[in-house]
């Protein structure tokens, strides 16, 4: 392990530098940052100074019920990305799968971290936590719900990434076995920024953590706590079918000529008219594409219960239910209820018929 | 709840509710009127009840010359609004998806320009009526509750189903979850208020044709 205290006091620019970053692409990581934080060119050099003298802040990271998918999302993602550099500059004191210690030593460490950096840590959180029985998830025996009620108070602020730390996610889709919630759930008290997707696109996990360190303060966030900058438009807003979907010209499979021609994909099942997301714009694979660009229709993944929406091939204008059924079952019923209550009404007409009495020519002549 | 539950349950047991109550609904008071049944004609038969029947459920939705006349604006919105409600309803994409996974048959949809056009127009000659409902003294006094709630919850679904369409104000799964939602009322309305005028006017008509079948008589 490098000399940690000599880490710590260095800054990110310090690190930059003794990594071989060159000025020139520090600036163009700045740009490019900027303008995915929407904020105007004028803005490049003050990030840049606050980027550059920013200490290597403390990062804890939690994982629950999870997949790693939100890590491989992050490290996986192309050698040179900006996300690197930023991941490259911060104090990672924690994170089980990245980590080389384990078990008491693993343990020992986020203490460490928690106790010497007590209210300015960032803690990450992936994965939901188990809230039917703590035996569901543990980590060194302790619960998940434990350990994140005792990082978080030290944190300065709180990053859920990906959908099952913000909302649930997998673990929290019907029936929800282990009683999985979120971790905005849990914590009231503390700044919490959500971060969804299964998993969130990196450089949006990476822009809210320059986001912190650039100005210190969390970014605006809209009403499910989703950093606006990021989540701000849907994407139907910003897809580039969206000209098919205005002229109702769709795919009817997977294969026909309107796939091939690239129209929209709503009658696929397509979610993102609902999904409030970056993926249109910020792309994947390092801007290469995304799903409906590769032909697939988004699953809505960074939405609250994106699993429980009826399918993810269902269109968005289809029942979730089996109406089919409902309707059947419904109209065998009230056939009967139909005749009886029509039964019921002869009878009475039939009683009021002979209750009548008939007027004979003896009644009127007397 | 989120929005996203909200649109999960509109779309769901929801709508299950709202079909529940509409085919019960509808269904009982189908089998109702049918079964409540006729007295015998004794009288002979002077013409064919079927044939008058069907002819007459064309020719009254054709208005005759001098109604057409002394109520025109009232035929002309009328036919406008029923005309663009059928195309919103059965000629627009999402609408055929949602009726092709329940009845498992579907047609060609209408361009969404065009679908957009036809509601924008209905709820243009919606709005018309309800005022000249007001402006009308005698329209006016017949008004009762039943005519306004009827009004409403026809128009509502419209005026939802174009803001969702064009996204204005909330966010899309809000929009989208409030237009299902007021479609599932004017499903739960149906059965007990005068639209159900959709199924038993054919009803009606029929049997005014048929009775003056069987006199051997116009209708
Ligand atoms: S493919 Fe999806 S997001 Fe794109 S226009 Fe069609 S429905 Fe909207």
Known sequence: MTNKFDDKNKTLGDTLRSRGISRRSFLKFCAATASMMALPPAMIPKVAHALENAKRPSVIWLSFQECTGCTESLTRSHSATIENLIFDSISLDYHHTLQAASGHAAEAAREAAMEENHGNYILVVDGSIPMDNPGYSTIAGISNYDMLMDTAKGAAAIIAVGTCATYGGIPHAKPNPTGAVSVGDLIKDKPIINVPGCPPIPVVITGVVTHFLTFGTIPELDHIGRPKVFYGQSIHDRCYRRPFYDKGLFAETFDDEGAQKGWCLFKLGCKGPTTYNACATTKWNNGTSFPIEAGHPCIGCSEPDFWDGGGFYKALSMPTENITQTALYTAAGAAAVGVAAGALNRAKKNAATKAHPNTTIEDLEK | ?219
């Open chain 2, 1 to 219: 709840m989120t929005e996203i539950d909200f649109l999960n349950w509109v779309r769901g047991p929801g709508f299950q509710i709202a079909t529940i109550i509409f085919v019960a609904g509808v269904l009982i008071r189908i089998f109702e009127i049918i079964l409540l049944g006729r007295k015998a004609n004794l009288a002979e038969a002077k013409g064919s009840e079927m044939s008058s029947g069907l002819r007459t459920i064309v020719t009254r939705s054709v208005p005759q010359a001098d109604s057409f006349k002394r109520s025109t604006f009232t035929i002309v919105t009328g036919y406008i609004f029923h005309i663009g409600l059928f195309v919103t309803i059965f000629l627009y994409a999402p609408h055929i998806l949602l009726i092709k996974d329940i009845v498992g048959i579907s047609w060609p949809a209408l361009p969404t320009p065009v679908v957009d056009a036809f509601a924008v127009i209905s709820i243009i000659s919606l709005l018309a009526i309800l005022i000249h409902r007001f402006s009308n003294k005698v329209l006016h006094y017949l008004t009762n509750f039943e005519d306004l709630l009827v009004w409403f919850v026809t128009i509502a679904p419209l005026v939802t189903g174009y803001i969702a369409f064009h996204r204005i104000g909330f966010t899309a799964p809000t929009l989208l979850g409030i237009h299902i939602l007021s479609v599932e009322i004017l499903m739960i309305v149906f059965p007990f208020t005068k639209l159900m005028h959709a199924f038993t006017l054919f009803m009606a008509r029929w049997y005014n044709g048929a009775i003056s079948g069987y006199r051997g008589v116009e209708s």
